[in-house]
């Protein structure tokens, strides 16, 4: 049987269920410890490679072959300095983050009819433990002249469920209609801005676009976790929604 598309009536009712789920999961992995038993936080602050030895579990549990590169300081992981890495947090990996101007790059050949714009382009992998939270935010343009960051994500391993500020790929569902334990983090929250989330599986290949430029938005996993690809321009600036939040990671009290 062909499976249904994300936005097919039957995938819509999936998206709910999924919803529920992550949330669930979410709540249960509240405490401070990985699955390894090595505590997350010591006096407050993040330990980084426990952290991450929960992303190569992870990454083991659903085949993704580990790169050398993963091994190395290229591979990082966030907080976002909320202190509960499990339901708040990330891990990620910028394959490339390249910006520059078309007619000075590399050797500078090129004199073509673009030699004085800009360029940028990113290619990124992202890791989600079950049911953590990837918080809301958005990216800006900034003061280097590159403008917001525009992304799309295509779910490599597990389902994730996405959310944002504006309805745009047709199959999202309001999140003000979902029951409270199945809304996002967040939601709710004066801070919070976005309204629709869509559901997205590796199975599908489907991608998950954000067309709006500088508009609120987020991912949370399902219960098995997450491998997410991202595809998109230069990334520069990010702002979170809610007060306090950064990107970095918890310190010692």
Known sequence: MKE?????????????????????????????????GKPLYQAGAFDADAAKAACFALMEKFGYPIPDVLRGDDFW?????????????????????????????????????????????????????????????RHIGGPEGYGPKMEAWQVR????????????????????????????????????????AAHRTAKSGRLYKLEDPESWHGQVAGPEGAIVTEYATYHNHVEFSKPGMAFDNSKAG
């Open 4 to 36: 249904p598309s994300d936005s097919s009536p039957m995938n819509r009712r999936d998206c709910l269920k999924a919803m529920g789920a992550a949330m669930v999961a979410a709540s249960a992995t509240g405490g401070a410890t990985a699955a390894s």
């Open 77 to 137: 992981v966030c907080d976002f300095v909320q202190g509960n890495f499990l339901r708040l947090g990330m891990g990620g990996v910028f394959w490339i983050n390249e910006k520059g101007n078309y007619g000075s790059n590399g050797g500078g050949h090129y004199q073509g009819e673009f030699k004085d714009r800009d360029f940028g382009y990113l290619g990124h992998d992202i890791y989600l433990l079950p049911g953590q939270t990837l918080p809301e935010h």
């Open 157 to 196: 391993y597990g389902e994730v469920l996405f959310f944002g500020e504006y309805q745009r790929a047709g199959d999202e569902v309001r999140i003000a209609d979902l029951p409270e334990a199945r809304r996002p983090w967040g939601a709710g929250a004066d801070w919070f801005k976005s309204k629709y």
